[in-house]
């Protein structure tokens, strides 16, 4: 990492909407654990609400948020030298459902207040002074900890488009824009959500996005796995949740109709639309359903071609689908969608607009894959670290101290 541009001995509170025992992967999980390299860190984990309180009272990672509430255990935990994870010893009203926004304000205040008295416990016990907060991407229970923590730097860190799910649409519309505006700093890990942030806050930039992407160097010689070993190639495959919402299933039957010679294979969790679709009716398709993680890259590696069939909408038009790296990773040729967020895979992976495109695009990929590609394609992947990635937020700090 640069030395110039390396943010050393701070003291940063990391809120957001991910706890630290969260059971997927985490964005903010990582960028923690990174900042923390040269700097103290307090990772808060979102406060419990009363209605979760109540519907999942039997879940062990809420009781064990109840017993912190009543001060039956520890609130602050020591997860390395410098980095702490802190449960909120205060609970929060469940008001999203208030459609009146006087009231949802006057209440979204309140849990606020709830929120930072409770961190501020967690920095006075720690010693913090001058902090960096740096919110990932959580509107609501975030809104005013600018004012209530005073922190010496507030950065908002936009990973996706949240006002196309409804439970953020109705307060988020007015709200997040406010906050984007009155934070000093905002990063995000697209093109298309640094530009939606610049729309509201010109210290707006675009900070890349980390992988971990051992699993899929291949290092290891990986095999075939036996579910795939009959299935005739070229196999064209996806690996990944099977969503509606994402993925296009009458692009994937189109592609399945035109190529009979070619096998589509997807692995993955299929919802409800899946299950119930056109696609178990063609006999070159095969859903192998879902996998363990340390198998996937079993599954990539035995792939001709990888491709990502993203259906384009408010929902995913801003995301960094971190699959791409996975299959870049491991040398496979890529076809995709094109978004703008996409754009910075240009080079390496073949970029479809239309149905005819990604038949087109996947012959191309199948005739001119070579070893000299297969080495770009990881050299590339092996780029987005995070180390990288938070070097450019680092970058962007700097870029705002300049201009103090």
């Not at 824009?177 to 934070?183: E, F, G």
């Not at 859903?287 to 909408?313: D, R, W």
Request: positive net charge; charged residues 25%.
């Amino acid at each position: 990492m640069n030395e110039i541009d390396l943010i050393t001995n701070r003291d940063i509170v990391i809120v957001g909407q991910q706890p630290w025992d969260v059971e997927i992967g985490s964005n903010c999980k990582n960028i923690a654990i990174e900042f923390s390299k040269h700097n103290r860190v307090l990772y808060v984990n979102s406060p419990l609400d009363r209605i979760t309180k109540f519907k999942s009272k039997d879940d062990p990672k809420i009781r064990k948020r109840i017993d912190i509430i009543k001060g039956r255990q520890e609130a602050l935990i020591n997860i390395n030298k410098n980095l702490f994870n802190y449960y909120p010893d205060e609970i929060i009203e469940s008001i999203n459902w208030i459609k009146n926004d006087f009231v949802y304000t006057f209440l979204n205040k309140i849990n606020n207040k709830r929120f930072a008295r409770s961190i501020k416990r967690a920095i006075d016990k720690l010693g913090f002074k001058d902090i960096i907060l740096f919110n990932d991407n959580d509107i609501f229970r975030c809104f005013h900890l600018k004012e209530l923590l005073k922190p010496l730097l507030s950065i908002y860190y936009s990973r996706d488009y949240l006002l196309s799910v409804d439970y953020w649409k109705l307060h988020g519309t007015k709200l997040e824009p406010q906050l984007i505006s009155k934070s000093d700093l905002c990063v995000a890990n697209s093109i298309y959500l640094a530009d939606y942030c610049k729309q509201y806050n010109k210290n707006s930039y675009y900070v890349g996005q980390g992988c971990d992407l051992e699993a899929f160097s291949n290092k290891q010689k990986l095999s075939i796995p036996a579910d795939v070993l009959n299935i005739p190639k070229p196999i064209i495959g996806y690996v990944g949740a099977l969503q509606s919402i994402r993925l296009d299933i009458d692009l994937i039957a189109y592609i399945a109709r035109q190529r009979p010679a070619w096998s589509i294979v997807l692995v993955g969790p299929e919802d409800e639309q899946f299950k119930v679709s056109i696609l178990h009716q063609i006999p070159n398709l095969f859903f192998l359903g879902a996998k363990s993680p340390e198998m996937l890259a079993q599954y990539i590696h035995s792939f001709t071609v990888c491709f990502n069939p993203q259906l384009i909408n408010q929902v995913t038009i801003g995301n960094y689908p971190r699959k791409i790296d996975e299959y870049l990773a491991m040398g496979k040729p890529v076809v995709a969608s094109k978004t703008d967020t996409m754009s910075i895979f240009s080079e390496h992976v073949y970029l479809a607009t239309t149905k005819e495109d990604y038949i087109a695009l996947i012959d191309q990929a199948l005739a001119e894959d070579s070893e000299t590609k297969r080495v770009a394609r990881i050299n590339f992947a092996t780029t987005h670290t995070w180390e990288n990635n938070v070097l450019e937020i680092y970058k962007a700090i700097s870029k705002l101290q300049d201009k103090v």
